[in-house]
């Protein structure tokens, strides 16, 4: 099924994107944190990248509503967390859809303090790095932040790193509203119009269409929950 | 086998770092290109990513010795092809390894000139999109330049782009001098040392590890090749 979406640019004018092209950028799935071992915080973000070799440096995009957004900010610092490609949905659910704002987002987690001292969490996480802030860019929505490597370290060398893609076709996920991958459905036209239809999780967004999917929604087991967040089946609405 | 390097950072002190652990950042590989009809150049980058999704934005990093840096510059645009995984060694040698300064890199090669006028190389590529630079950031020995999608299209939706993992892993690639991800092997040091040799490729800087292959170097047929790109075996010379 191939989709279009309409994006305004900065002269006002209606462009057409498919969207399907920028599915095809690589991004992997991590877990950014910041703070010290008394207060800290962390969230679901697919881009980070290296930037430098020499020294290196790397950099991440954080939304600016983002509760993380104001440690790394205050502490100068942040660490990433590689998640692996088994991740459970809970990990992700818990870093992706939820606020440090409601609740204690590191509390249950195995979390490891660095050489800054910013948490470091362990569950589902294979690698991880940590890094002081040496330029904060404001792109928009959302701030890049730019830090150099300060420690690296390998938790587990077996297994591999899940990459969005297979986030995505695999295990059905979605880039939550605040990522700089996000994709409004308001904007999106499906190329291919089908008659099936489409319900949402009311949790994390994402979205079940039968027509991909083969099966009817209302034919799905009662104890079926979202393959993103783990939301029940009765926090899913119809849409169109 | 682990590996250790050591790097400078900006206090002068020697910090150790488990590069195995940088292994796991997830990237894609891409053509990146800008110019016009008339004159145009492109080179391979693993560093391609969406900062903002409203608008969309792209930042890629290009080293500021990279002739593609000079066209970007000048024109204010530039594009991306997305690398198919089966990207033959021959289009990865040629933007990769070789220098726009020496040869016209986008001759024999399929080109389309996209809405902004850049080249976009459509060989061995999936998808493409295109963008006008709006922001122009010196990080270091590289230029991050964020741009402002323009357009985007999928070439070939049956085919998945390579990751950088699959080219380190199963492709056997090395990133090039340039890359924000390259490894200076001086730097390295190995944790495990053995006796088996190790011969570096001239042409691109392919490490073969004789204890990594479980083959002797002398072994291999007189037509081996380069895995990454293409150069005879004669290209290749021992290093310690």
Redesign the interface.
Known sequence: M?LFVY????KNKT?M??????F?????LYIVCSGDSKKGNGFISN?????????????I?CNKNNYTAEFIKTYGTFS?S?LEKDVSSETIGHYGYKSGRDIDKLRGFKVKYGETGAPIVLNDS????ECKVC?T?D????F?F?G???????ID?NK??I???YYRNVRKGV?PKN??????PELVTKGNLNTSKTYKCMACGYVYDEADEGVKFEDLPDNWTCPVCGAPKSDFEEIH
Do not use: W
């Open positions: 191939i994006l305004e640019n900065r462009i994107i498919n969207i399907d092209a920028l095809d950028i690589s991004y992997g881009t980070v990248f290296q930037v430098t070799s020499k020294p290196a440096k790397f950099a995009c990433v590689v294979i690698a991880y790095l330029e860019i792109v928009g929505t959302h890049m730019i150099e490597l300060v420690s690296s370290e390998v060398e591999e790193p990459t969005y893609l880039s990522a700089p991958t996000y994709v409004d």
